[in-house]
């Protein structure tokens, strides 16, 4: 085969998949482990890679706690009344305690975030969101990871995970192949952190055609953290729990600024509030203590995500659709109408420029919301990923295994999507996830638990084998 085959060989820390939890992974690697050999693997160019390649509007978690706003105790009610439940409260708890400092790190490293004047705080864009012009989010946290790592590889496209040939369920390293160059390559490495991102187009998506690669999500969310963690064996936990999102029909635009700080609301094609109406019926569903309609959804008592939506869809089987945004009298505030269309040019340009070419006036007309198709991810409000340990001072006993964020294999540690029952944590929580990660992969292995790992030429060239049998299979057909 014409391929050449690269081996890295005596890594510490492998980062397979460097974006927002990746990065932080590297960061905190370096803090925590001066001494050793940390590489990154990553598909795309760390510099624009990941769901925040684009840029954000806003960082949607953080506490300020040194302002007095929140407690990260608040957060994880907010995520559990959310999710319905279905959280694990360690780890939202471990997140939420330390993203700020996250936060106030990457203010430090450049990224301008929007202040309050009067109050002296980062400007609010709901109770958990601050506001920040984010065009070059992901460039300014990659260099931080850059020049913790020792060894950075972009375009690498890691496929399986190398098992330990010495001591059964135990991590060594990971394979994979450069995307332009063809090559492969092998990283034995005593634990890995799996940051590689969500999964979008797992269900056809609404745009076909023509118009195929517009998704919410980001397209290249390939979903490569659950095929590479259950490939390996992880437990996992709430695959089967898929997000769907209100966004702004064909361009996926986000509706959090437009809600939480242009204060617009929805209406049914009738020009009537709607969602008020579905309380009652969803309420005898779910119990008070998952709606409680007295309580605002800017309190820790938010209107469930699911249960908006199912009002919404509810809305539209009744015949009473299309669902519009009431953008009309905001945009009636020239600042309103400014910020609502950086909102999107900062975040989803997609949007703003289907408007444009569609003549589409948000202050002359209320544009149409619908439900996207359905995703599995981790890190927003949603928490499929793999089982993972908690830290040792606040889980039950049950949900620690000696090292936070390691998953149900020794030395494979996640971030962000990858990690399960960790819902809202989003680019500043998925950072911090990676921090927590890299720390306690550092104490696993002064533990010496990454000691004598052992991969068999067999096993690389089983993968080898896999990877580039397509190629293979192509070569003889066509001969
Ligand atoms: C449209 C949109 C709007 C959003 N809005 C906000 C917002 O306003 N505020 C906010 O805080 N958050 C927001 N988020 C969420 C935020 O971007 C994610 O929560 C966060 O990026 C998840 O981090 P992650 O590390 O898990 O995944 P990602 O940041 O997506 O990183 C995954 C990385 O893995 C790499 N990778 C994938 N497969 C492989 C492979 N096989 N081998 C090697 N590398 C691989 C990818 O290239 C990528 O670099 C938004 C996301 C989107 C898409």
Redesign the pocket.
């Known amino acids: 085969m014409a391929y050449k085959t690269i081996i890295e060989d005596n890594i510490d820390i492998l980062v397979?998949?460097?974006?927002?939890?990746?990065?932080?992974a590297a960061f905190e690697a370096r803090f925590w482990g001066q001494d050793k050999k940390i590489v990154i693997?990553?598909?795309?160019n760390?510099d624009r890679?990941?769901?925040?390649?684009?840029g954000?509007?806003?960082?949607?978690?953080y506490m300020g706690t040194r302002f007095g706003e929140n407690n990260p105790e608040d957060h994880v009610q907010y995520a559990r009344i959310d999710l319905m439940g279905m959280v694990r409260e360690d780890l939202l708890f471990d997140m939420a305690r330390h993203v700020d400092s996250t936060v106030h790190q990457f203010e430090e490293w450049g990224l301008p975030i929007m202040r309050d004047k009067e109050k002296g705080t980062y400007l609010r864009e709901g109770r958990w969101?601050i506001m920040i012009h984010?065009e070059s989010y992901?460039p300014i946290v990659a260099e931080a990871a850059k020049k913790s790592a020792d060894k950075v590889f972009n375009r690498?496209?890691?496929?399986h995970l190398l098992m330990d040939e010495a001591k059964e369920n135990r991590i060594a390293g990971a394979v994979?192949f450069n995307v332009r160059t063809g090559d492969f390559h092998v990283f034995k490495s005593k634990t890995v952190i799996c940051?590689?991102?969500?999964a979008s187009n797992i269900f056809k998506p609404q745009s076909t055609g023509e118009g195929a690669g517009r998704v919410?999500?980001?397209p290249?969310?390939?979903?490569?953290?659950y095929?590479?963690m259950i490939n390996a064996g992880a437990k996992m936990t709430q695959m089967e729990n898929r997000i769907v999102l209100a966004r702004f029909k064909d361009g996926?635009g986000?509706v959090?600024?437009y809600f939480l700080h242009l204060k617009t609301y929805t209406q049914n094609g009738l020009g009537e509030e709607y969602e008020s109406k579905w309380f009652p019926e969803l309420q005898k569903m779910v119990g008070k203590e998952y709606l409680d309609p007295e309580a605002s959804h800017l309190t820790h008592r938010p209107i469930p995500t699911c249960l908006r939506n199912h009002a919404l869809i509810s809305e539209i089987n009744a015949g009473r659709g299309p669902i519009h945004m009431v953008t009309m009298e905001a945009f009636q505030d020239p600042h309103l109408e400014e910020i609502g269309w950086h909102n999107f040019l900062g975040?989803?340009v997609g949007q703003a420029v289907l408007w444009a070419s569609t003549d589409v006036d948000p202050k002359l007309e209320n544009p149409e919301l619908t439900t996207s198709e359905p995703y599995v991810?981790?890190?927003?409000a949603t928490g499929s990923g793999a089982w993972c340990s908690g830290p040792e001072d606040v889980s039950p006993p049950e949900y620690f295994w000696g090292y936070n964020r390691m998953m149900t294999i020794e030395g494979l540690f996640g971030?962000?999507?990858?990690?399960g029952g960790t819902p809202h944590?989003?680019?500043?929580?998925?950072?911090t996830?990676?921090r927590l990660a890299a720390k306690a992969a550092n104490k696993y292995i002064d533990d010496g638990k990454g000691e004598g790992i052992v991969v068999s030429d067999e096993q690389i060239k089983k993968f080898k084998g896999e990877i580039y049998k397509p190629l293979e299979h192509y070569k003889n057909v066509s001969q």
């Not at 397979?16 to 932080?24: E, R, S």
């Not at 890679?49 to 684009?54: H, L």
């Open positions: 397979a998949g460097a974006g927002l939890g990746g990065t932080g693997a990553e598909k795309a760390i890679s990941g769901a925040v390649a684009q954000l509007y806003a960082i949607n978690c969101q984010g992901k690498i496209c890691v496929t994979g940051g590689a991102g969500g919410w999500y980001a290249w969310s390939s979903g490569s953290a095929g590479l996926y986000p959090g600024a975040m989803t991810m981790g890190s927003h971030a962000g999507d990858a990690v944590a989003f680019s500043s929580g998925s950072f996830e990676g």
